[in-house]
């Protein structure tokens, strides 16, 4: 003989006013089953959760209907109470007389006879509903990071800080993202590598740190707390415990200087053997297999000169790509951005002029271990300027090209203002074309009003086009601080680009079913409460690969990402909602149907025992496959096709 | 396979600049085209805009629901035509109200638009359509290196979001064609500048200032000459070379010819059935009738 | 409305503006509330460095409602018509195209139409082409008319009474 307690909650007037709460309860009462209802002004209170809890214990009750507001709500609330006062927390059921009822209706006659079907039906529901018993998956403690810039070396060393193992997984050569490429950053003027070096060097001798460069993600399986991720590691053509970096290989390289250096955003030169940079993290050469001659032609010369160079026989060509497997229990994805092409805002001139870069390039001239130097030159002639130009928001803003403000914009182009009036010296004019200048950070403005300070050229305005001349460079602009045209002649202009997301940010989001933002970006489960959270359980992001963001935020970050993964590795199980789908064994046919339809890759064929399987840990409990399945085999915990039915009937 | 256009001349060709249509007749004819001559067409509507742009649309409509009714696809040697029988048809296209309204009018005089036509203007029909291979079949003289600047003009690459017969800023159709026919085509800062036309109407003298100023960073660099696409923008350059000059107190002496006549030139059509005597600019510095 | 120019003294014009919103969406997609005055349209403007038109400033009184000074200034008609400002403006404000209706507004306001658009809009009432065929010069120093040369003939409205009439109706519309 079940024993169900029906509370009916006044909601405020939310409910009050259109149900007569009192009828309400005295009918629920006398349904068949219910031993005893309750009614309370807010049942999701402190004092409703004792009326709860105190009703079970003294009425014994089974099982348990709240007659409520939408179950979006406070379901899990009540579970909780139900649960604390010792009823199975899935014998609970949830009438909505708000948003389905008393929000939806004028007459409270007719209302509160509407309400009273509504609760029968849910006490019919409460009293077939099965104890159900979470099951528990166990959590393995390692986590895999994706992503070796800044964001995830951040995360990577808090988590192994914490104890966990962490598999740090990056796709070039060396570990440092778009950071090392920078000179200095503000608004401190730190030396870029100054401060990120320590911290690769950090990643590289931790103990609970694997770190697997030039190597990338070729599947992710299973879900939160168990996953299993096959990574593949390109070779390198250099045995990594032989070489040294010393460098006789690329020295000797027959194309040295041949090659665009990518590190140097194309202002320099390598060769196919080579180091990334020269603070690479590991400190070791690689082969480039799509340029090196031998791989690619099966030839070089008589015989490879890097081979021949090398005093530690650490050439190995015959090495191959490697797949290998590790399980982790959480992921923190930190790919990080790519710049925008400027040739596509064409005419700036991008394409049209050699002596028109972009602030990332113009880094690499400002840095000492570029390739000029740190000299810096015309691109055109290897002269010094004696005029430079920059034209921020370059694609950014721009509803027909990228629509968001990249962020770090305008603090880049005061930096690079501030760090070439230092190198070119007082006779240099400097022009700065802006729109409106950003300088929103801690100790950005006073860094601003510094650069203002230096006889820079402020420009209130987007020039129309740079029009590449004999000799120079002629941007128009018209700034509205004077209501004046000015005809600028300049030597070498600097575009600031948008940021956009990785040009493979959306295939690599399909690996993980992660949604993108409108923008492309990864998006985050809530931009205030939980940015750092994705909508797959079990899988972070930090960084510019969420949204243009300058270093320290993506440093912070970093670590929320840490801290939110450590919230579920040092648990050792995880409890798994147990309202999700079933398989009925006597009836499926194993047909297959479930596989196919299923959006979370939840359905697998037991080949053995031909039926379908259900993983608890990746069922959403969306319902697809139970629409799907030709035989009813597929059926969900406690919302089975009899037990709907049965509240059909009691509302006829 | 031939294809068949209506030839829309607008105002401008057929009232003044003849050697245009002279050797878009002359030329397309041996590419390939048929060019069909359609009664009752009227002005494009494009120079009321600035008066009534509710007239301009109606205008551009009726002369599609012309080509509508003879079921023609519409060959359009003006830019400015060619922008605004374009934008019109976008705007009947979007705006079904707006298109009840027009066809409402244009009902006096037995004309309705319902369907969206194919609308060509020369740099397009000569490069997309019919193509630089054909082109260069039948180059018969080729143009032995002649350094020649192009001039698009403005309403054929503007606005791009209608498309437009060619990229709004980097344009390179007629240096393709200027290839095919054995010309070097020659870049320079100015090339996206306008000719000035538009306000020929109200500001004679700022217009002239505008096309003087173009044609003297020409002369300044070493061009032989500079050809365009449309009458407004020849009217400018090559009938109104001498004032424009004069406005702003240089002698502009720049071989100015239609792309379609330096087209027959290299054809080996003779320089007369081109309308070449009807060119004001010194076109006789490009020894083009050489060598017959 | 409490805002009010102060060189002008005038209040903010929003039926003006009203109207002038109402055309611009009737015939193309462009809003200039979005525009947030980088003035790359006037650093590249064609009429601006000989004739002072500046468009971003004819958007910012737009946006404001201060039109009757616009309707009525002689600014408005030096626009080049180049539409360098439409395809550059990253907001997707089209200046061009608000001048366009500016200058309607004028000529439906009663304002004068300036030089030869009167004679070009008589001109197409009477034949349907902004002129008839003129007599050309040639280089050696003749002249040409096309029926001199071998050209078929005008392509004009043919029954100019149902072309006239269809036009009519268009002076009783607003646009």
């Known amino acids: 003989m079940r024993r169900i307690g029906v509370f009916v909650c006044h909601c405020g007037i939310n409910i009050a006013q259109n149900v007569d709460v009192k009828a309400l309860t005295e009918y629920s009462s006398h349904l068949n089953g219910v031993v005893v209802a309750k009614e309370y002004k807010y049942m999701c209170s402190d004092v409703g959760a004792t009326l709860i809890k105190d009703t079970i214990k003294e009425f014994k009750l089974d099982g348990v209907v709240i007659a409520s507001c939408s179950p979006r709500m406070h379901e899990h609330t009540f579970r909780r109470v139900a649960n604390d006062g010792g009823v199975n927390p899935y014998r609970v059921e949830i009438s909505n007389i708000r948003e389905q009822c008393s929000w939806a209706h004028s007459n409270k006659e007719q209302a509160t006879e509407k309400a009273k079907y509504l609760v029968r039906s849910a006490v019919s529901k409460a009293l077939s509903l099965e104890p159900l018993q979470p099951s528990t998956l166990k959590v393995i403690p390692e986590a895999l990071v994706i992503g070796g810039g800044i964001a995830g070396i951040q995360t990577s060393l808090d988590l192994a800080n914490d104890g966990f193992k962490v598999h740090l997984v990056e796709r070039d050569p060396s570990i440092g993202g778009h950071m090392a490429q920078l000179d200095k950053t503000f608004p401190t003027l730190d030396c870029s590598s100054c401060i990120l070096t320590p911290k690769m060097m950090e990643v590289a001798h931790h103990e609970n740190i694997e770190l697997l460069t030039y190597a990338e993600i070729a599947s992710i399986e299973g879900s939160i707390g168990n996953y299993t991720v096959k990574i593949k590691k390109k070779p390198r053509y250099v045995d990594m415990d032989k070489c040294t970096g010393c460098g006789d290989c690329a020295t000797a390289c027959r194309l040295k200087d041949r090659i665009v250096s990518e590190f140097n955003q194309g202002m320099g030169k390598r060769g196919a053997a080579y180091m990334p940079f020269p603070q690479a993290v590991p400190l070791k050469y690689v082969i480039d297999d799509k340029k090196c001659l031998f791989l690619t032609k099966g030839k070089c010369g008589d015989e490879p000169l890097c081979k021949k160079a090398c005093a530690q026989q650490a050439i190995a060509f015959d090495q191959k790509e490697e797949i290998i497997e590790r399980k982790v229990g959480a992921i923190v994805i930190a790919t990080g951005y790519d710049v925008m092409d400027p040739a596509l805002v064409y005419e700036y001139g991008y394409d049209q002029s050699p002596d028109v870069i972009t602030t990332l390039e113009m880094e690499r001239l400002i840095s000492s271990s570029g390739p000029t130097k740190g000299e810096i030159l015309r691109p055109s002639n290897q002269q010094k300027p004696k005029s430079v130009t920059f034209i921020l928001c370059v694609g950014s803003r721009d509803e027909t090209q990228c629509t968001w403000c990249c962020r770090i914009g305008c603090m880049t182009a005061l930096k690079q203002v501030y760090l070439l009036r230092e190198k070119l010296g007082e006779e240099i004019e400097i022009n700065v074309c802006y729109n409106d200048l950003r300088s929103f950070g801690k100790g950005y403005e006073e860094f601003y009003r510094k650069v203002r300070g230096l006889h820079t050229n402020m420009f209130r305005g987007h020039p129309s086009e740079v029009r590449p001349m004999k000799e120079n460079l002629k941007i128009d602009i018209f700034d509205t601080t004077t209501n004046k045209l000015f005809e600028i002649k300049t030597d070498l202009v600097i575009l600031v680009p948008a940021m956009m997301p990785r040009s493979d940010a959306t295939e690599f989001s399909r690996l993980l079913h992660l949604t993108l933002s409108g923008d492309g970006f990864f998006l985050e489960a809530h931009p205030k409460l939980r940015p750092v959270d994705t909508f797959v359980n079990g899988i972070f992001i930090a960084g510019c690969c969420q949204g243009p963001k300058d270093i320290q935020d993506t440093v912070s970050q970093g670590s929320a990402a840490a801290s939110r993964a450590a919230t579920i590795l040092s648990q050792e199980e995880l409890e798994i909602d147990p309202l999700i789908a079933m398989v009925d064994e006597e009836v499926c046919t194993g047909c297959g149907i479930c596989v196919e339809v299923c959006p979370y890759e939840a359905r697998t064929l037991n080949e053995r025992k031909r039926i379908a399987e259900v993983n608890d840990a990746l069922c959403a409990g969306c319902g697809g496959c139970i629409a799907a399945c030709p035989s009813n085999a597929s059926t969900h915990k406690n919302f089975t096709k009899k037990q709907l039915m049965n509240m059909v009937d009691d509302i006829m | 396979m031939k294809k068949k256009y209506a030839l829309f001349p607008g105002c401008l060709m057929p009232t003044e600049q003849y050697a245009y249509e002279l050797s878009i007749r002359e030329t397309l004819p041996l590419l390939g085209v048929e060019l069909v001559d359609v009664e009752g067409f009227s002005c494009c509507g494009e120079p009321m805009k600035s008066v009534n742009q509710l007239l301009t649309l109606y205008l551009s409509a009726r002369n599609l629901a012309i080509a509508q009714k003879h079921q023609l696809d519409l060959f359009v040697p003006c830019a400015m035509c060619h922008l605004a029988l374009t934008e019109c048809q976008h705007v009947l296209e979007k705006n079904p109200t707006m298109k009840e309204r027009i066809n409402g009018m244009l009902a006096a005089e037995d004309l309705q638009y319902t369907e969206k036509r194919h609308i060509v203007h020369t740099v397009d029909l000569l490069h997309d359509e019919i193509g630089i291979q054909k082109i260069k079949e039948h180059v018969k003289k080729p143009l032995q290196g002649l350094k020649i600047a192009t001039h698009y003009g403005c309403h054929i690459l503007r606005p791009s979001e209608l498309g437009r017969p060619d990229d709004s800023e980097n344009p390179q159709k007629i240096e393709e064609i200027l290839k095919a026919i054995g010309a070097e085509p020659m870049n320079y800062p100015q090339k996206l500048d306008c000719c000035g036309a538009p306000l020929l109407a109200n500001l004679p003298e700022s217009a002239l200032t505008k096309t003087g100023q173009k044609l003297q960073a020409i002369q300044e660099m070493q061009i032989q000459g500079l050809v365009d696409v449309c009458p407004w923008c020849h009217k400018m350059f090559d009938s109104r070379q001498t004032k424009a000059g004069e406005t702003v107190a240089v002698k502009l002496e720049v071989p100015v010819l239609y792309l379609t006549q330096l087209l027959g030139i290299a054809f080996g059509i003779p320089a007369e059935k081109l309308g070449l005597e009807l060119n004001m600019s010194p076109v006789e510095k490009l020894q083009l009738e050489a060598a017959k | ?175």
């Open chain 3, 1 to 175: 409305m409490s805002i009010i120019d102060l060189t002008s003294m005038g209040e903010p014009q929003s039926e003006l503006r009203k109207e002038l919103n109402d055309r611009l969406t009737k015939l193309q997609d462009e809003i200039s509330d979005y525009c947030f005055q980088c003035a790359k349209c006037t650093s590249g403007c064609e009429s601006h460095k000989l004739l002072e038109l500046e468009p971003h400033k004819i958007v910012a009184l737009l946006k404001r409602g201060l039109l009757n000074e616009l309707v009525n200034s002689d600014v408005i008609w030096t626009c080049m018509t180049c539409l360098k400002c439409r395809e550059r403006c990253p907001q997707r404000v089209a200046p061009v195209e608000i001048l366009f209706a500016l200058k309607n507004m004028a000529v439906a306001s009663g304002k004068q139409i300036p030089g030869k658009y009167t004679g070009m809009l008589q001109s197409i009432l009477s034949i349907g082409l902004i002129q008839d065929i003129q007599q050309v010069a040639t280089r050696s120093n003749k002249t040409m008319k096309r029926d001199e040369l071998p050209l078929p003939p005008l392509s004009k409205p043919t029954d100019v009474a149902k072309f006239q009439a269809g036009i009519m109706k268009i002076a009783m519309e607003k646009v």
